[in-house]
């Protein structure tokens, strides 16, 4: 299964990170390029452990939905949220925080399975997890901007 590993160094404390990292508002901030909105489920606010939400969004120039669910809570240093129905085969989001000096190290790691078996795979190596990277840490810079105004 691939994976996506990336690191977010953030001069904000670990309670502004990781509730701006669970906030629906905020995430559809942090994805305008693809057009990212709420449409179902926990509509606004901090997600909380069992919650549902169902994202829409452009990938691809397709709209898709997403529906995933907040299945580990461990405020203020871990989330993990999971791909009920959508897309992809299967993902699972963890997001991690750590106390730093100075800050916040905001870790994410996204392991996914893509649809449609070999077809799929030659999609990861040719396009699909260079896309996922790009996503995660476009999301994890605004999100860093937004912190960093915040203090």
């Not at 502004?16 to 559809?28: G, K, P």
């Amino acid at each position: 299964m691939p994976f996506i590993e990336h690191q977010q160094f953030i001069k904000a404390p670990i309670e502004i990170c990781f509730d701006l990292a669970r906030n629906v508002t905020i995430h559809t901030l942090t994805a305008t390029k693809t057009k990212e909105r709420v449409v179902g489920g926990v509509m606004e606010g901090l997600l909380e452990l069992g919650d549902i939400v169902i994202w829409e969004a452009f990938h691809f120039g397709i709209k898709q939905r997403l529906t995933a669910q907040v299945t580990l809570m461990e405020r203020p240093y871990k989330f993990q949220d999971v791909m009920v129905e959508g897309t992809f085969h299967s993902f699972t989001h963890t997001h991690e925080f750590k106390e730093v000096k100075g800050g916040t190290l905001m870790h994410d790691h996204f392991e996914y399975k893509s649809p449609l078996g070999y077809l799929g795979v030659l999609a990861d190596l040719l396009f699909l997890k260079k896309y996922m990277k790009s996503f995660i840490t476009t999301r994890a810079n605004e999100l860093k901007k937004i912190a960093e105004i915040m203090v």
